[in-house]
């Protein structure tokens, strides 16, 4: 986890000038988070990424001690909320920091704290918000640069703009495809694409939860994929299980397309703009020449 | 066959294909473990066939890291720990409850760790609750004819063994004067335990797995007067628990708002009523008879 990141940081400071050792830290608890502030920030803030593998059970989580100082040190800390990131909280109250402020995302965007869908950053209005607000808390600990700042926010919501177009070109020539999913993951984003989800809400929970899925869910999920009444079949290839492997193996044996998709920013290779560029043309790929991407080549 | 499936509420049932693969190793596994549970009540080894399930959960759990069939991964583990315990023949009972948990404990400890690899490094979701209180409904249908051959091959070795374990059971010393020979048959009944114990554990968990295998027993030993009534008796309790649980937990999808609760919950459950059932009825039919129940058998 932690060599993924160093490599990370090594090819961000390839292009970038060196950070002084006085920059002020951002700690993005997600990999994608700390993508954005890293582009919004540096390089006169040192930016850290905690969790690269969100899958990883929150319980099962060891803080280790270099994580601990990390967090001691850092003056912005961005969380997702929504229980997604729930085993920070009491490591950032562990280590308090008067002028320290922590961004969650879930209150930034004014959602419900009943949320089912955790996976915020699929959302095309999530991330500009984000650099946003990052920007404005990089202003108050270090006003010198507050211009270079709101410039890099600006700068990072334009570079959005082939995104927004692949979404808009999407939903003008493809709203309404009907899509099957395993786990909540890229809802946001086929939503905002006009796709409409047929998997029942339910059977999504249960399995990003590892619950118990209801016998009349799965039922409904396989005679999605066994009618052909999806266009395509869109799967967490992060994380499996035996009921996901077995849906796998239905849509391909049905010849639906398949689409994996990432819960955190695949690396090296990718920012969060490529990352999201990726989805979207392989989403298209798939409904508009049944064209099938398990994974995101580098 | 399928012109069943238009029988409103319960036609769902009977046509939906996880219900179908629950149905069928469900049945399997409450089958043998009724059987294999019997001679195991009688033998005083229900502890024994508790570790034996605990040490299986480590398979199961090594099983995701392996990319293997889960129920291979608890039998391998069931096996090898029925082979060391048997191997390591202790007489004394003290003795041997101390080594079970000795045993155990390491079984779950194992299985700790590589649930926790599972999680880390395969980022299989939900490995935890499948393997310690089991996930009926995600059964892959590849697994129904391994299972049916396992609950197979356990029958066989049950039904091979079934005499000489009985009187080996009631009476060491009868047994060999017989001319039987107690410690081939008692490795057999190990590894038939071995087999009875993977099942369970694939339909309700390994943790879980004892209910299934002691309860129906239990229960049967109970009332029942003769081996073979108890047998009967057993296989019916275990049969209807299990389906039983099954139905109900498919109920459950239109009592709660579409989520259902685990089937484990219901199948144990419908087990412990059992239990309470036929402990009513002996302790009423023991005002007015005298009889010794099976159950009551001396060791050694």
Same mark, same amino acid.
């Given at each position: 986890m932690w060599a993924g990141l160093a490599g990370y940081v090594a090819l961000a400071a390839g292009c970038a000038p060196q950070a002084n050792h006085g920059a002020p830290m951002a700690i993005g608890v997600e990999s994608q988070y700390a993508n954005v502030l890293w582009q919004v920030g540096a390089p006169y803030v040192t930016v850290r990424a905690i969790?690269?593998? @969100?899958? $990883?059970?929150p319980h099962a989580f060891e803080a280790s001690p270099a994580v601990a100082r990390e967090i001691a040190r850092a003056s912005l800390i961005v969380e997702n909320g929504l229980g997604y990131d729930a085993w920070i909280k009491p490591l950032v109250a562990a280590a308090p920091k008067p002028d320290r402020r922590v961004l969650v995302v879930r209150r930034l965007l004014a959602l @419900?704290?009943? $949320?089912?869908?955790?996976? =915020?950053?699929?959302?095309? &209005?999530t991330m500009p918000a984000v650099a946003r607000a990052a920007a404005a808390a990089f202003a108050a600990m270090d006003p010198a640069h507050a211009a270079y700042f709101a410039a890099n926010a600006r700068r990072f919501d334009a570079s959005l703009a082939p995104w927004r177009a692949q979404i808009a070109a999407f939903r003008k020539r493809y709203a309404g495809t009907a899509v099957a999913v395993t786990e909540p993951v890229a809802d946001l984003l086929l939503q905002a694409a006009g796709? &409409?989800? &047929?998997?029942p809400m339910a059977l999504q929970l249960a399995l990003m939860n590892g619950t118990d899925p209801a016998p009349q869910d799965v039922a409904a999920e396989q005679a999605l994929l066994r009618d052909r009444s999806v266009k395509v079949f869109v799967y967490n290839q992060q994380v499996t299980d035996a009921l996901t492997t077995s849906l796998l193996q239905l849509a391909r044996a049905e010849h639906i397309p398949v689409v994996g998709v990432y819960e955190t920013m695949p690396q090296p290779g990718y920012d969060y703009q490529r990352w999201m560029l990726a989805e979207t043309q392989a989403l298209r790929a798939a409904v508009a020449h049944g064209l099938s991407t398990a994974t995101l080549g580098r | 066959m399928d012109s069943i499936c238009t029988w409103g509420h319960m036609g769902g049932f009977w046509c939906n294909q996880p219900v179908r693969v629950a149905l069928a190793v469900g049945g399997g596994a409450a089958l043998v473990c009724a059987v294999v549970g019997l001679s195991t009540v009688m033998r005083r080894q229900a502890f024994a066939g508790h570790a034996l399930a605990d040490v299986s959960g480590a398979g199961g759990s090594a099983s995701y890291l392996l990319g293997i069939n889960p129920l291979f991964g608890f039998l391998g583990m069931a096996a090898a720990a029925a082979g060391v315990m048997e191997w390591a023949q202790v007489r004394e009972a003290r003795e041997r409850d101390l080594l079970t948990g000795v045993v155990l404990g390491a079984g779950l400890g194992l299985a700790a760790l590589l649930l926790y690899l599972d999680m $880390?490094? &395969?980022?299989? +979701?939900?490995a935890a609750i499948t393997v =310690?209180?089991? +996930?009926?409904? $995600?059964? @892959?249908? +590849?697994i129904v004819p391994v299972a049916l051959i396992v609950a197979a091959a356990a029958l066989g070795a049950s039904a091979l063994i079934f005499r000489p374990l009985l009187v080996s059971t009631l009476s060491i010393d009868l047994a060999r004067a017989q001319g039987a020979r107690v410690r081939t048959i008692a490795r057999i009944h190990a590894m038939a335990l071995a087999l009875a114990v993977s099942l369970a554990a694939m339909t309700v968990g390994a943790i879980l797995s004892t209910a299934l295998l002691i309860g129906p027993a239990a229960a049967a030993l109970q009332v029942a007067r003769r081996p073979a009534s108890a047998l009967a008796l057993a296989v019916l309790i275990g049969l209807a628990a299990t389906w039983g649980g099954i139905a109900l937990a498919y109920q459950s999808y239109y009592w709660t708002p579409g989520r259902g609760w685990p089937v484990s919950f219901f199948i144990v459950m419908l087990i412990v009523c059992a239990y309470l059932l036929a402990s009513a009825v002996a302790r009423r039919r023991s005002g007015s008879s005298a009889t010794a129940p099976l159950s009551g058998c001396q060791e050694h």
């Open positions: 969790e690269t593998n @969100p899958n $990883t059970n @419900p704290a009943d $949320t089912v869908n955790p996976h =915020l950053w699929y959302d095309p &209005r796709c &409409r989800i &047929r998997t | $880390t490094v &395969r980022n299989v +979701s939900g =310690l209180f089991g +996930s009926m409904f $995600t059964i @892959p249908p +590849s």
